[in-house]
């Protein structure tokens, strides 16, 4: 009887990976394992992947190490061969800041204000940086201001990734500017950039918060492409849940050296480790870490400022408003959470979920019910606030108190169910005047609008992030406002005073990492000890 043919060999291969790096596959071999490891750039040993991952700039060091023994793919030959055929070097700064002119006025008559002429400056001198300034400080023109001297200096073009219902938003500032930009969303973005040369600006670039995410991935092949002549992200909240490790993606985008090793990123900023759950060790690096040094090692590649240090606006004021219940509203309240809580339990019991699978679920159902439970005090307050101090912005997480209280009170609606048309026709409603309620969840309203004549933003409940519910205050807090705006946070219940309290230690971990307070703090110190001083020698 014929011995059976065994298996072909597996192939070693050289391919391009999904997020842009070189990907080494071949059988096990501990020799060639051992000379891997001491290649420069330093690699990765991918397990889940049984793949080598390595840098585009490492191809020369492979090469000479492999020696032909492995086969190259078409796409990652075709990115080799770019980067033999470098572009030509980019002008001086000095000469990209003559270009960007940003004292003269803009075409459309408009000048940049001097943060925005200090951060294309700042811009300019970086091939990758993230500008992290605060809502409302118009970090779009002064991307668009910078792109356009690069691109009038290099001849490259420039790509704008950004949420498609902001798209609009851009064409008509890069049209203000006379200048010509392609648009991209985060759903869909390019696989390729053209051989001539890309500026890539990432509008809301928070988006890419997730490694393992596609999106991310996609992303990242764009970051490392080697037409990439700058890659400039935006982003009002960069670490939007307060977790350092979502700063990662954003720092290897840029190629911050911070990205290079991911594992050692996290295991130093994000209490990275392992634990056995279901059986299974899995890393987890939810957590945060050395918070202080992290701010220190990316301050060169992050500009973070706030409106108080750019702007003179109104004050913006914060007040909470605890809702007392009737008794028989208490008693609703609590036989509807009671149910809940008890259908939990059930699901748990029957190991229809994980224990730890549910508890989102779960409090998303209580703050839904407490919400619920709010709309009586909310009309309350609406029909005094609108009755007299100004036009009002109400936020929401959910649709449905929404409809209930347009219902109820009339307003524009704004949710995500509507088309970017809808939703451009109700903030424009509001805006000039013609309603003096905008009703709107957060995920809608709080990202790209302008809603300056709101004097009056009253929170439902809050999001889980506190980027999300600065994002919904600053839509009104910014240049062109009129007066002060008063915030109004409506609290009922545990699980609102648990979210708030959530929200207020992620702020803090935000602060450590890109708030100047600590300097503040010894500046004010020093300046009241001079003071102090200056009176004792007065004396």
């Not at 051992?34 to 991952?53: D, F, H, K, N, T």
């Not at 759950?277 to 090692?297: I, K, S, V, Y």
Request: glycine letters at 8%.
């Amino acid at each position: 009887m014929p011995r059976a043919l065994s298996p072909p060999a597996p192939a070693c291969v050289r391919r391009l990976g999904p997020s842009g790096l070189i990907e080494l596959v071949f059988p096990f071999d501990p020799v060639t394992h051992a000379q891997l490891g001491r290649v420069r750039p330093r690699g990765v040993w991918r397990s889940a992947r049984r793949c080598w991952e390595f840098p585009l700039e490492a191809a020369l060091s492979l090469d000479a190490l492999l020696e032909g023994r492995f086969s190259t793919d078409p796409e990652l030959d075709r990115w080799l061969s770019w980067l033999r055929q470098p572009l030509p070097p980019l002008p001086p700064h000095r000469q990209l800041v003559r270009a960007a002119a940003t004292a003269a006025p803009l075409p459309d008559g408009r000048h940049l204000l001097r943060h925005q002429q200090l951060a294309v400056r700042w811009l300019l001198a970086r091939r990758g940086a993230l500008l992290a300034d605060a809502m409302g400080l118009g970090k779009t023109l002064t991307a668009l201001a910078a792109a356009r001297a690069l691109a009038r200096e290099s001849g490259c073009r420039v790509l704008v990734v950004a949420p498609a219902g902001l798209h609009g938003h851009w064409q008509r500032e890069a049209a203000s500017m006379e200048m010509g930009i392609s648009l991209a969303s985060w759903a869909r973005l390019p696989s390729d950039l053209p051989p001539a040369g890309t500026v890539l600006i990432a509008d809301e670039a928070h988006y890419a918060q997730n490694l393992s995410a596609a999106r991310t991935r996609a992303f990242l092949r764009l970051a490392r492409h080697p037409r990439l002549r700058a890659i400039w992200l935006l982003s009002g909240t960069p670490m939007k849940n307060g977790r350092p490790v979502q700063l990662l993606p954003l720092l290897a985008a840029i190629g911050h050296p911070l990205a290079r090793d991911p594992r050692a990123f996290e295991e130093r900023f994000c209490q990275g480790h392992w634990r056995e759950r279901g059986g299974r060790l899995r890393w987890e690096a939810g957590g945060a870490a050395r918070l202080p040094e992290l701010r220190r090692l990316i301050r060169p590649l992050v500009l973070h400022r706030r409106k108080q240090d750019c702007l003179e606006l109104p004050g913006k004021e914060r007040s909470l408003h605890p809702i007392s219940l009737s008794p028989a509203e208490a008693m609703g309240h609590e036989h509807q959470i009671d149910r809940a809580v008890a259908s939990y339990r059930r699901r748990v019991a029957t190991g229809a979920v994980r224990p730890d699978a549910e508890v989102l679920a779960l409090l998303t159902a209580l703050r839904t019910i407490g919400a619920r439970f709010k709309l009586a005090y909310a009309e309350r307050l609406l029909a005094d606030l609108t009755g007299g101090s100004g036009p009002v912005l109400l936020f929401s997480a959910f649709v449905e108190p929404l409809l209930r209280l347009q219902d109820r009170c009339g307003g524009a609606l704004l949710t995500g169910r509507q088309k970017p048309e809808e939703r451009q026709r109700q903030v424009e409603a509001f805006q000039e005047g013609r309603c003096p309620l905008l009703l709107a969840t957060y995920g809608a309203a709080g990202l790209g609008y302008t809603l300056h004549r709101a004097r009056h933003v009253v929170l439902l409940e809050r999001p889980w992030t506190p980027g999300d519910a600065e994002q919904a205050e600053d839509r009104c807090h910014r240049i062109g406002m009129s007066g002060p705006l008063r915030c109004h946070w409506l609290q009922l219940g545990e699980v609102d005073r648990f979210v708030d309290e959530l929200i207020a230690v992620k702020a803090d971990r935000i602060g450590e990492v890109f708030s100047d307070e600590g300097r503040r703090r010894r500046q004010r110190e020093l300046r009241r000890r001079l003071e102090t001083w200056l009176e004792r020698s007065a004396q």
